[in-house]
T-cell receptor, first 115, second 113 residues
Framework: NAGVTQTPKFQVLKTGQSMTLQCAQD?????MYWYRQDPGMGLRLIYY???????DKGEVPNGYNVSRLNKREFSLRLESAAPSQTSVYFC??????????????FGPGTRLTVL | GENVEQHPSTLSVQEGDSAVIKCTYS??????FPWYKQELGKGPQLIID?????GEKKDQRIAVTLNKTAKHFSLHITETQPEDSAVYFC????????????FGAGTILRVKS
């Protein structure tokens, strides 16, 4: 039971390049999330998927797209990377959306640098 | 929208002492307040949480208190150990984005032995 896995762990891009960050969970969770973490700003929600087949924008969606490929996988795409997207990206999942919270599990993160 | 402020940004304590981290939130409708611990190079991990119908919750050396009237909640770690050194994040649920979590900026806790 690996939990939430992310690939790659590290990536360096040049401005304008594109890439996809991969995330998968093996806990049969319905909801998945992408966050970015910047110094002094905590974690900010980029996009989320409440269930398979649905995606919605979070707090900072500009410059990103997502795909909920199936129940296990949720990818984040940068079409034209910018230096402002240099950050650590975390994927998370939880059992389901509900009024009563259930724990959100995080992956190990992807450290992205855009030159 | 919801705004969560966390203090202090860094905290150094001697091993065995207590550590307290405080957070305030703005949305009176928030009803869930988790605390996450992030070790170097890893993702955040839930250590304790509290719901709005409870004032205090304890789990061994860690406890969380919630004051709904003042809209603040705190993490208390007693008998700190070197392995408690990490970044700690508070969070609050929000009515925006389908009831998602809004995180504080984090506190770097250093426990000196």
């Amino acid at each position: 039971n690996a939990g939430v896995t992310q690939t790659p762990k590290f990536q360096v891009l040049k401005t304008g390049q594109s890439m996809t960050l991969q995330c998968a969970q093996d806990m049969n969770h319905n909801s998945m999330y992408w966050y970015r973490q910047d110094p002094g700003m905590g974690l900010r929600l980029i996009y989320y998927s409440a269930s398979e087949g649905t995606t919605d924008k979070g707090e900072v969606p500009n410059g990103y797209n997502v795909s909920r490929l199936n129940k296990r996988e949720f990818s984040l795409r940068l079409e034209s990377a910018a230096p402002s997207q240099t950050s650590v990206y975390f994927c998370a999942s939880r059992l389901q959306e509900s009024l009563y919270y259930n724990e959100q599990f995080f992956g190990p993160g992807t450290r992205l640098t855009v030159l | 929208g919801e705004n969560v402020e966390q203090h202090p940004s860094t905290l150094s304590v001697q091993e065995g002492d207590s550590a307290v981290i405080k957070c305030t939130y703005s949305d009176s409708a928030s009803n869930y307040f988790p605390w996450y611990k992030q070790e170097l190079g890893k993702g955040p991990q839930l250590i304790i949480d509290i719901r709005s119908n409870v004032g205090e919750k304890k789990d061994q050396r860690i406890a969380v208190t919630l004051n709904k009237t003042a809209k603040h909640f705190s993490l208390h770690i007693t008998e700190t150990q070197p392995e408690d050194s990490a970044v700690y994040f508070c969070a609050a649920s929000t009515r925006e984005y389908g009831n998602k979590l809004v995180f504080g900026a984090g506190t770097i806790l250093r426990v000196k032995s």
